[in-house]
């Protein structure tokens, strides 16, 4: 799944399952984020993302995780999806104020 996100905000998607799972993060990126246990929201854990200025691994602006979903007692059956969130640009320069005359 491709999501595509503004630098600066949050949060990245929600997910949702038919039944009570358990999510956990694995991948390049996984420790960027988090994931709300109970509503499947996924966030950035830090700071908001800065197009300018890229963490992920390999500095691309695409942050790739792979999200689990593993279901209750008693199957525990697992489901998982290869999540690439790329954080786009916005025009975050502040515009610079000048003055003419006198």
């Known amino acids: 799944m491709s999501i595509s996100v503004p630098e600066n ?9 038919t039944e009570t799972v358990t999510w956990t993060l694995t ?16 966030v950035f854990k830090s700071k908001y993302p800065d197009f300018e200025n890229p963490t992920d691994v390999n500095s691309d602006n695409i942050y790739e995780v792979t999200l689990t979903a593993t279901g209750s007692f ?7 999806m290869a999540v690439s969130v790329t954080i786009t640009d916005i025009d975050d320069v502040k515009p610079k104020v000048t003055a003419t005359g006198s």
């Open 74 to 80: 008693p199957l525990f059956k697992t489901t998982t």
């Open 27 to 42: 991948g390049a990126d996984a420790a960027k984020f988090f994931v709300d246990y109970s509503t499947g929201v996924l």
């Open 9 to 17: 905000s949050a949060p990245v998607s929600t997910f949702s399952a």
